[in-house]
């Protein structure tokens, strides 16, 4: 049964500092593994996709990476921004027959602080 | 495209009551998944079907609660009889095949409080 974790729970930072983000899955067997964001009483919005067989994306002043063989993946955001403040949910879909579902971390809480 | 669409975006109801959330999915995607959020447990995976099929229902938290899917535009997720502890959000999400891009899209949720 695939579980995903996501460390740390919360993260609170002054406005420019880099940060990372971390999450971790227990079977390697995936079509792909999504980042999202939610902000507070808000539905989730797609940061970035990537694909078993891609390493990272990229997409403005975020950078996703993924190593499938050890279960992880990284959410780097440069530059923090208070506008950046918002949960962060990392979601990997199953690759087994009749499994491909999309499981969810239980996400990272990121302040931003001005 | 205009993206998932979710009603009601809110209901309020009465312990007891049938309650019936909606969801409309992109046009051309294969997966439609019902996740509930709270923040206790946060996002579960209710239901997901496939090319109007539902294939794990395992997440479905008991017999009060039923899904269906009667064509590829169309889903409902019915609770029936409601109780306080169903009081979520519930989104309804959809994407193409896994074997294209497998990009998940969310609706905006409908906000559900059991009194």
């Given at each position: 049964?695939?579980?995903?974790?996501?460390?740390?729970?919360?993260?609170s930072?002054?406005?420019?500092?880099?940060?990372?983000?971390?999450?971790?899955?227990?079977?390697?067997?995936?079509?792909?593994?999504?980042w999202?964001?939610?902000?507070?009483?808000?539905?989730?919005?797609?940061?970035?996709?990537?694909?078993?067989?891609?390493?990272?994306?990229?997409?403005?002043?975020?950078?996703?990476?993924l190593?499938?063989?050890?279960?992880?993946?990284?959410?780097?955001?440069?530059?923090?921004?208070?506008?950046?403040?918002?949960?962060?949910?990392?979601?990997?879909r199953?690759?087994?027959?009749?499994?491909?579902?999309?499981i969810?971390?239980p996400?990272?809480?990121?302040?931003?602080?001005? | 495209?205009?993206?998932?669409?979710?009603?009601?975006?809110?209901?309020?109801?009465?312990?007891?009551?049938?309650?019936?959330?909606?969801?409309?999915?992109?046009?051309?995607?294969d997966?439609?998944?019902?996740?509930?959020?709270?923040?206790?447990?946060?996002?579960?995976?209710?239901?997901?079907?496939?090319?109007?099929?539902?294939?794990?229902?395992?997440?479905?938290?008991e017999?009060?609660?039923?899904?269906?899917?009667?064509?590829?535009?169309?889903?409902?997720?019915?609770?029936?009889?409601?109780?306080?502890?169903?009081?979520?959000?519930?989104?309804?999400?959809?994407?193409?095949?896994?074997?294209?891009?497998?990009?998940?899209?969310?609706?905006?949720?409908?906000?559900?409080?059991?009194?």
């Open positions: 049964k695939q579980e995903v974790t996501q460390i740390p729970a919360a993260l930072v002054p406005e420019g500092e880099n940060l990372v983000l971390n999450c971790s899955f227990t079977d390697s067997a995936i079509y792909n593994l999504q999202f964001r939610q902000d507070p009483g808000k539905g989730l919005t797609s940061l970035l996709l990537i694909q078993s067989s891609q390493r990272e994306q990229t997409s403005g002043r975020l950078n996703a990476s190593d499938k063989s050890s279960g992880r993946s990284t959410l780097y955001i440069a530059a923090s921004q208070p506008g950046d403040s918002a949960t962060y949910l990392c979601a990997v199953g690759m087994k027959t009749s499994y491909d579902k999309v969810f971390g996400g990272t809480s990121l302040s931003v602080i001005p | 495209d205009a993206g998932v669409i979710q009603s009601p975006r809110h209901e309020v109801t009465e312990m007891g009551q049938e309650v019936t959330l909606r969801c409309k999915p992109i046009s051309g995607h997966y439609l998944f019902w996740y509930r959020q709270t923040m206790m447990r946060g996002l579960e995976l209710l239901i997901y079907f496939n090319n109007n099929v539902p294939i794990d229902d395992s997440g479905m938290p017999d009060r609660f039923s899904a269906k899917m009667p064509n590829a535009s169309f889903s409902t997720l019915k609770i029936q009889p409601s109780e306080p502890r169903d009081s979520a959000v519930y989104f309804c999400a959809s994407s193409p095949p896994p074997q294209t891009s497998g990009e998940l899209f969310f609706g905006e949720g409908s906000r559900l409080t059991v009194l």
